[in-house]
């Protein structure tokens, strides 16, 4: 992948040990106090979300489907996320009692279940090891994601921890037979992966062709902190919101429907769908809609810190909702070789 700043010549370690690795999900509103939906904010360490979910449906005897979650958290790391346990009828007698496998840090009832993707953004708090000094070049890095942000790629988490998920799926979709055992979670992980991959590879080539600080002719923009969408000629108007960082471009997720690109924006989607059509051919076939991501993501509370004693970094942000803290870290530190 093509990174805005230059390639980072810097390496670091990352989740060497799980405390390394913290991070916090920010639903972004307040259970309402009444409703059918037990909703609680659960830490972990160790445990994968569904791990999390399997043993809080055993502990509520219910199915693991009456509990919602709004995003996937990493196994090795300190991870505090929120579910919705669905309790109808039990508001007033349900015993909520203290787990050996996570700690329960708040609970209260709410009138909906808890969706995938609702919570407004993710706080991350990280240390990366090995780095003896801060080189000059990672430093000027660092300063170009404070002032323009970061290109908001799909992290290594999209593809399956042997990185294969986007192999398998086409393996699994080009036959009829094998499409047909897949259970609704790995066809929606399968798809997911085909739309993030497609999507990587779009952004990549637009920051080749050096289309990052401005914007494109036939671009599709996308307000900052929504998903509004808009079309417009490029004007002195629309370079001054983009420099401000009020606007960004948006690429294609793959799938049906009528595109508002044009232009050069529609001529590099066209030819990267061209480079991959088992993708397409794949994608097609599940009957998928149309959608829009940003390609630029300006990143709140972000902060770097070199210890020398320690020789390691404590890097802090917030993310909004299905960004990445991995592909952040890939402006300025090459972690690669880590676990």
Not at 100 to 116: A, D, E, M, P, V
Not at 139 to 167: C, H, L, P, W
Not at 178 to 184: D, E, G, N
Not at 237 to 242: A, C, E, M, N, V
Request: one cysteine or more; a neutral charge.
């Amino acid at each position: 992948m093509k990174y805005p700043y230059g390639t980072p010549h810097q390496t670091g370690v990352i989740k060497s040990q799980a405390d390394d690795f913290r991070v916090s999900e920010n639903l972004g509103f307040d259970a309402c106090g009444e409703g059918e939906h037990l909703c609680l904010q659960i830490e972990k360490t160790n445990l994968t979300t569904q791990d999390l979910i399997e043993q809080v449906a055993r502990e509520f005897s219910v199915k693991p489907r009456d509990i919602g979650y709004s995003g996937l958290k990493d196994k090795l790391a300190v991870t505090q996320q929120w579910l919705s346990v669905h309790l109808p009828g039990q508001m007033n007698s349900v015993e909520i009692t203290s787990s050996s496998y996570y700690t329960l840090l708040q609970h209260g009832w709410h009138n909906k279940k808890i969706r995938s993707g609702s919570h407004r953004s993710n706080s991350f708090e990280v240390i990366v090891r090995g780095i003896a000094e801060l080189s000059d070049q990672t430093q000027q890095q660092i300063n170009d994601v404070k002032m323009s942000g970061m290109a908001n790629y799909f992290g290594e988490q999209r593809f399956g921890a042997q990185q294969d998920n986007v192999q398998r799926a086409i393996h699994t979709f080009s036959n009829e037979r094998r499409t047909r055992k897949l259970s609704r979670t790995k066809r929606s992980l399968y798809i997911s992966s085909l739309r993030s991959f497609l999507f990587n590879q779009i952004l990549s080539r637009r920051l080749e062709q050096n289309h990052w600080h401005q914007p494109l002719q036939g671009d599709v923009y996308m307000l900052s902190g929504s998903h509004s969408l808009f079309t417009s000629v490029i004007d002195d108007s629309i370079l001054d919101r983009y420099q401000q960082q009020d606007i960004s471009s948006a690429a294609s997720l793959y799938g049906e429907g009528v595109s508002m690109l044009s232009g050069n924006a529609l001529a590099i989607e066209d030819a990267v769908l061209d480079q991959y059509p088992e993708i397409v051919a794949c994608l097609a076939g599940q009957k998928v809609k149309l959608q829009m991501r940003t390609t630029r993501v300006m990143i709140e509370g972000f902060s770097v810190s070199h210890d020398s004693d320690s020789q390691s970094l404590k890097v802090t942000a917030t993310l909004p909702s299905g960004c990445f803290f991995t592909s952040l870290l890939k402006h300025f530190i090459d972690t690669s070789n880590g676990p």
